[in-house]
Nanobody, 127 residues
Framework: VQLVESGGGLVQPGGSLRLSCEAS????????VGWFRQAPGKGREGVACIVSSDGSSYTADSVKGRFTISRDVAKKTVYLQMDNLKVEDTAVYFC?????????????????????WGQGTRVTVSS
């Protein structure tokens, strides 16, 4: 599976960005998808995911209420809408896909759940 992210950039605190991840899959319904981020000098952190067959999402507490993951199955694209951005959201954001679905949604915030990764898109939040 190839994943291509886009939509990163420079934004002021309080602003919004929408990241996109286009996947080279036959049917996105059959895949777990997630967004991760890696800030300078830190490890990779799971942000949001869709890992269950009903397509429901799960979001990390650190971004809950500000970030929303969604997908367009017809377009084979996963989105991350980021609102009310903070300086601490500055990071490289990665899209990931995996071939296993689960009802245990927190698993979707773990790197090991996925076997395909995008190249990342940089988000910088600064005034």
């Amino acid at each position: 599976v190839q994943l291509v992210e886009s939509g990163g950039g420079l934004v002021q605190p309080g602003g919004s960005l929408r990241l996109s991840c286009e996947a080279s899959v036959t049917n996105l319904d059959y895949y777990s998808v997630g967004w991760f981020r890696q800030a300078p000098g830190k490890g990779r952190e799971g942000v949001a995911c869709i890992v269950s067959s009903d397509g429901s999402s799960y979001t990390a507490d650190s971004v809950k209420g500000r970030f929303t993951i969604s997908r367009d199955v017809a377009k084979k694209t996963v989105y991350l809408q980021m609102d009310n951005l903070k300086v601490e959201d500055t990071a490289v954001y990665f899209c990931a896909a995996g071939t296993t679905l689960t009802t245990n949604k927190p698993l979707g915030l773990m790197e090991g759940w996925y076997n395909s990764w995008g190249q990342g898109t940089r988000v910088t939040v600064s005034s």
